[in-house]
T-cell receptor, first 113, second 111 residues
Framework: NAGVMQNPRHLVRRRGQEARLRCSPMKGHSHVYWYRQLPEEGLKFMVYLQKENIIDESGMPKERFSAEFPKEGPSILRIQQVVRGDSAAYFC???????????FGPGTRLTVL | GESVGLHLPTLSVQEGDNSIINCAYSNSASDYFIWYKQESGKGPQFIIDIRSNMDKRQGQRVTVLLNKTVKHLSLQIAATQPGDSAVYFCAENMPGNQFYFGTGTSLTVIP
């Protein structure tokens, strides 16, 4: 059973471009969570999704950021018009239910030039 | 407890000593807690969990203690090894909600 997969592992974008981060949850997991981590800091919750639904997006900036988890395919975190402050590691986690442990992917490291 | 935006607390221990990492959680309604370990450049990995109906749980070389009265969680690592060097996060879960993570503690093991 493959773990949580994220791609790309590293992403470089220039200011103003779009970044698309993908997350494939573990098999059988329908709950997906996205976190952001700045260097030397903890994990900051961004958004929690179940298949086709956003359950909690209280941690996600109101502008430029969006997330989806379609019926088929991976979850996507999309950042439009990236700025230097968006540079961070973005981690995805999945779980079979909200009360179970979350399994994390290896992360995508976004660098905005 | 940990605060948003501050640098990680750090703990240095000698190889072979025991390590204790502490965490203050925020919500008295939280009923499930997990400790995660994050090595440099990797995603967090599950270490051990505990539910609120327990006050102690042991794993291999690790013990988690839960004090609900003061909303405190600790992780004890016995005979700390260089491979234990990492950042350790506690996470709390309230019924029906997602997990909230602490800022983390950076553990350095001195050979």
């Amino acid at each position: 059973n493959a773990g949580v997969m994220q791609n790309p592992r590293h992403l470089v974008r220039r200011r103003g471009q779009e970044a698309r981060l993908r997350c494939s949850p573990m098999k059988g997991h329908s709950h997906v969570y996205w976190y952001r981590q700045l260097p030397e800091e903890g994990l900051k919750f961004m958004v929690y999704l179940q298949k086709e639904n956003i359950i909690d997006e209280s941690g996600m900036p109101k502008e430029r950021f969006s997330a989806e988890f379609p019926k088929e395919g991976p979850s996507i975190l999309r950042i439009q018009q990236v700025v230097r402050g968006d540079s961070a590691a973005y981690f995805c986690a999945s779980s079979p239910s909200v009360v179970n442990e979350q399994f994390f992917g290896p992360g995508t490291r976004l660098t905005v030039l | 407890g940990e605060s948003v935006g501050l640098h990680l607390p750090t703990l240095s221990v000698q190889e072979g000593d025991n390590s204790i990492i502490n965490c203050a959680y925020s919500n008295s309604a939280s009923d499930y807690f997990i400790w995660y370990k994050q090595e440099s450049g990797k995603g967090p990995q599950f270490i051990i969990d505990i539910r609120s109906n327990m006050d102690k749980r042991q794993g291999q070389r690790v013990t988690v203690l839960l004090n609900k009265t003061v909303k405190h969680l600790s992780l004890q690592i016995a005979a700390t090894q260089p491979g234990d060097s990492a950042v350790y996060f506690c996470a709390e879960n309230m019924p029906g909600n997602q997990f909230y993570f602490g800022t983390g503690t950076s553990l350095t093991v001195i050979p």
